[in-house]
């Protein structure tokens, strides 16, 4: 036992994250004890519950886990399954996904940046005290949601779970006339309304900062969305199929929570950080320049202007948007035929926060025997708490209020998303 | 710090369920903000560090019941709130996660979790209803938003909402889409499902899939032999009937039936 003062610091609900946590940090004297950050949200068993449902019914039932991406849930879901049954779907078809995703990308980062993330640096409790003092900057950030709504809207049906997904395609494709107004009245104001948010939020204060955990993103020859392989910034890449030997769970002594590290390596970081320090160099032109204009650099190690990588993300998502409506082709037939088989199949695509993997093990007659998610704010957990401990340590002076807050901040710097995180993290609260 | 005393207060809370039906009201667009200058924003956890204690005249619930914590959270927010509306499938119905009830829950712990024994929750994921008296209902896995904003101004105007009772067929029939099971033949549960999503699915020539839960009186007994008829088998019926609504009464029967044939 120690006679040194002890210090116990609660954040009991973390606010303006998606679903329910808390953080609890003890100090022992001058040193951070224990650090934990805790997820409050009950299980709801999506592996459990997928086993004997059909392969054609993971890409809706697994969007349910996140309401924030669920097409990310839907694109990794198709991809494995369609791995699984050894069928590939033609360019048209991935296009026309890419553009959903990128509609995904945008509304997601939209939200993240104005309503959740801005107001930390402007001093604000919510949307609506920032709105009062930054109205037009809130109302260009809407307008952008918006946008990205339109695209999940048009391309996918509706904005939250959208349904026009399926197996081997689409169940409607929408005409190239549909797509070019919404190009036209929507995408290309929007695009303009993405450079002045990137100019917006680089004159922010930042916390100086720096962290340079190992990274993991897919990468490909264009910005990672919808497939790519999986690379660290230690330049080890694997086949999305050997993500399970390359990423496992750990149990961390001081703590019930599993932890996701590489194998050989240790607590990592995926999402935009990540995806920008391996894939800077295949943003579209107009992107990398706003990230240059803005000051990014090569890596960006500091997590506070993670909000400015998500802003440039959220240019590259329009551009690459209008990309796709310019050489668009509706995929003819809407969806190929996926014919059940036995197997296992893989699938990862980069969701707005992160990596996303997903297995099926699927029996010949097409019921799904097992399924096993990773989605990405749980492998972000160790490296989310390894910010938070470096924090607490430098500003051990701070009084508690402030300090709790400012632990708030440093969580949301990673855009954390519990809902996604909790049916996978292997703990709910720990109960004394 | 509000001051107008003639604003609302309005409450968002969250229990088991995936943000999707609360992310809705920040997707009112131009709307939110307006709604927001007419209601004062009390407590939104996931949108705003400012939580007041209450009591609130509006709380808005969105998730099911799924732990004994839980239970009595939202018998404390009950207590708190003047008017308690369950929004979506998780708050009205149990939503996806309700499927533990027709399983066994402490299988699926074991199946998802090495250490099943940090995992406290109750064999079932139950609607709101079933633990507090729920004054307006919203469905839908997610709900619409045009629903919302019509309950929200409407609760401004102390005026009942309008919120259709009748089945998505109707809504079929009055944006002009086909009959998809009469000229394509496709399965759809439109005939057995709740409006109020706009009839979206069959409009992208998709069936229904009942994310709306069923009608008051539906007539799955029809609708289980045109199923049966249009050649899906006894377990692919009693699937479609178990997705987002799984437990209630009339989709739980409409399974079983099916899954009998
Ligand atoms: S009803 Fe559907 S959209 Fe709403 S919270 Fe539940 S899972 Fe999400």
Not at chain 1, 237 to 262: G, M
Not at chain 2, 100 to 128: G, N
Request: charged share 25%; glycine share 8%; net charge negative.
């Amino acid at each position: 036992m120690t006679h040194r003062s002890r210090r116990l610091l609660k954040v009991p609900a973390l606010t303006r994250v998606e679903g329910e946590g808390a953080l609890h940090v003890e100090l022992t004297g001058d040193t951070v004890t224990e650090l934990r950050l805790d997820i409050y949200e009950p299980p709801r068993y999506f592996e459990a519950l997928l086993r004997g449902r059909r392969y054609t019914e993971p890409p809706d039932i697994t969007a349910r886990i996140c309401g924030i991406c669920p097409v990310a849930y839907q694109m990794s879901a198709c991809a494995a399954i369609e791995d699984a049954c050894g069928v590939e779907v033609d360019d048209r078809v991935a296009e026309l996904r890419r553009l959903l995703y990128c509609g995904e990308w945008i509304a997601s980062h939209a939200l993240h940046i104005h309503l959740l993330h801005a107001p930390d640096f402007l001093g604000c409790a919510n949307v609506v005290e920032l709105a009062r003092r930054h109205r037009p900057e809130v109302e260009r950030g809407l307008a952008l949601k918006q946008a990205g709504n339109a695209v999940l809207e048009l391309v996918g049906g509706r904005a939250i779970h959208p349904f026009n997904v399926r197996l081997g395609g689409f169940h409607r494709a929408p005409s190239a006339a549909e797509l070019r107004t919404l190009a036209e009245q929507t995408l290309r104001p929007a695009r303009d309304a993405a450079l002045a948010c990137v100019e917006w939020v680089s004159t922010f204060d930042f916390p100086d900062v720096a962290a340079t955990p190992e990274l993991l993103a897919l990468t490909d020859r264009r910005y990672p969305l919808d497939r790519g392989s999986p690379r660290t910034s230690s330049a080890v890449a694997f086949p999305v199929r050997a993500f399970e030997e390359h990423v496992v769970e750990e149990q961390v002594p001081h703590s019930t929570a599993l932890h996701a590290r590489l194998v050989g390596g240790g607590a990592y970081l995926t999402g935009p950080l990540a995806r920008y320090a391996l894939n800077r160099g295949v943003l579209s032109p107009l992107a990398r320049e706003a990230a240059d204009a803005a000051g990014l650099g090569a890596r960006c190690d500091n997590p506070f202007r993670s909000i400015v990588v998500r802003a440039v993300e959220l240019v590259y998502a329009i551009d690459e948007a209008l990309r796709i409506i310019d050489a668009y082709e509706p995929p003819r037939p809407p969806a190929i035929d996926v014919a059940p088989r036995a197997g296992i199949g893989y699938g990862a695509t980069e969701a707005p926060r992160g990596v996303l993997f997903h297995r099926y093990e699927l029996a010949a007659d097409g019921s799904v025997r097992t399924a096993r998610i990773v989605p990405p704010t749980a492998q972000n957990q160790a490296t989310i708490e390894a910010d938070l401990r470096a924090f607490v340590q430098e500003n051990l002076d701070m009084p508690d209020d402030d300090l709790a807050a400012a632990c708030e901040r440093v969580v949301r710097n990673h855009d954390p998303c519990i809902s996604c995180a909790t049916h996978f993290l292997r703990l709910t609260r720990t109960h004394r | 710090m509000a001051t107008e005393p003639a604003r609302p207060s309005l409450a968002v809370w969250k229990f088991a369920s995936c943000d999707g039906c609360q992310l809705t009201l920040l997707d009112c667009g131009d709307a939110l903000l307006t709604l927001a200058a007419r209601l004062h924003i009390a407590a939104f956890p996931e949108a705003s560090s400012m939580i007041e204690p209450g009591p609130y005249d509006v709380s808005l619930v969105e998730g099911s019941i799924t732990t004994e914590e839980d239970a009595a959270r939202i018998r404390d927010i009950r207590a708190r709130s003047t008017l308690l509306v369950a929004i979506g499938a998780c708050a009205t119905a149990g939503g996806i996660q309700a499927l533990r009830d027709l399983a066994d829950v402490d299988e699926f712990r074991a199946q998802v979790y090495p250490h099943p024994e940090y995992v406290r929750s109750l064999a079932t994921a139950t609607p709101i209803s079933a633990h507090v008296p729920v004054d307006l209902e919203l469905h839908g896995c997610p709900i619409d938003r045009g629903q919302l904003v019509e309950v929200l101004g409407a609760l401004l105007a102390g005026r009942k909402p309008d919120l259709p009772v009748h089945s998505v067929c109707a809504q079929c029939k009055a944006r002009g889409t086909p009959c998809l099971p009469v000229v394509a033949g496709v399965p759809c549960l439109g005939p057995v499902t709740r409006a109020g999503c706009g009839a979206l699915c069959p409009a992208y020539g998709r069936g229904c899939f009942g994310c709306f839960g069923p009608v008051e009186r539906p007539n799955t007994r029809a609708l289980v032999a045109l199923l049966r008829h249009q050649g899906m088998s006894p377990a692919d019926i009693g699937r479609v009937f178990r997705t987002y609504t799984a437990t209630t009464a009339q989709f739980r029967a409409a399974a079983e039936e099916g899954a009998r044939s």
